[in-house]
Antibody, heavy 122, light 106 residues
Framework: QVHLKESGPGLLKAAETLSLTCAVS??????????WSWIRQSSEKGLEWIGR????????NYNPSFQGRVTISVDTSKSQFSLKMTSVTAADTAVYYC?????????????WGQGIRVSVSS | IQLSQSPSFLSASVGDRVTITCRAS??????LAWYQQIPGQAPKLLVY???TLQSGVPSRFSGGGSGTEFSLTISSLQPEDFATYYC?????????FGQGTKVDVK
């Protein structure tokens, strides 16, 4: 059974950098062809896909809405992947999820972490 | 691609047949999935490729459609189905979610 778990600070101040990690267990993060994604959820904007990293090559794809503020990377030696978001504002207050999708056309994000609540104070 | 779900809210009773629609602003072929979210939990995958039921999901759930019009149907609503439902397109980057449909007790 694949298990994902987010970790990181729950509270930041405006203009700081958010760093979150998603630990993957139950399967090798690099043992297959997967997209590892970050998604967030706020009451204002609902569910937003932030971006993904492809396990086999490390290639990334980001949501342009985040205007170059985000970086997603994978550390196969630690079986985890990470999100960095710079210059946070109160609008970045949300629950952040990590999730997995097999890199096969049409498949869904099948495993999700429990989510981590992040608050940004001004 | 923008996804628009209807209705946004739906009141129903146990045993009711419920249908939720998701309309895409562009053709997504069948690269669309449906999720169920219970408060305090992560979204749970119900359907992928527009109409394929995820393993372990009860057969009362079904998905359909292609292109720009999709639907999720619950044939006989059960108490555990009162939740919020979302569609997600993964045809074109950035992947986008619908705004959600909350199904509550009539």
């Amino acid at each position: 059974q694949v298990h994902l778990k987010e970790s990181g600070p729950g509270l930041l101040k405006a203009a700081e950098t958010l760093s979150l990690t998603c630990a993957v267990s139950g399967d090798s993060i690099s043992g297959g062809s997967y997209y590892w994604s970050w998604i967030r959820q706020s009451s204002e904007k609902g569910l937003e896909w932030i971006g993904r990293v492809y396990s086999l090559t490390g290639s990334v794809n980001y949501n342009p809405s985040f205007q170059g503020r985000v970086t997603i990377s994978v550390d196969t030696s630690k079986s985890q992947f990470s999100l960095k978001m710079t210059s946070v504002t109160a609008a970045d207050t949300a629950v952040y999820y990590c999730a997995r999708r097999k890199a096969v056309p049409g498949l869904g994000l099948d495993y999700w972490g429990q989510g981590i609540r992040v608050s940004v104070s001004s | 691609i923008q996804l628009s779900q209807s209705p946004s809210f739906l009141s129903a009773s146990v045993g009711d047949r419920v249908t939720i629609t998701c309309r895409a602003s562009e053709d997504t072929e069948t690269h669309l999935a449906w999720y169920q979210q219970i408060p305090g939990q992560a979204p749970k995958l119900l359907v992928y490729r527009a109409s394929t039921l995820q393993s372990g999901v009860p057969s009362r759930f079904s998905g359909g459609g292609s292109g720009t019009e999709f639907s999720l149907t619950i044939s006989s609503l059960q108490p555990e189905d009162f939740a919020t439902y979302y569609c997600l397109q993964m045809s074109i980057y950035p992947w986008t979610f619908g705004q959600g449909t909350k199904v509550d007790v009539k």
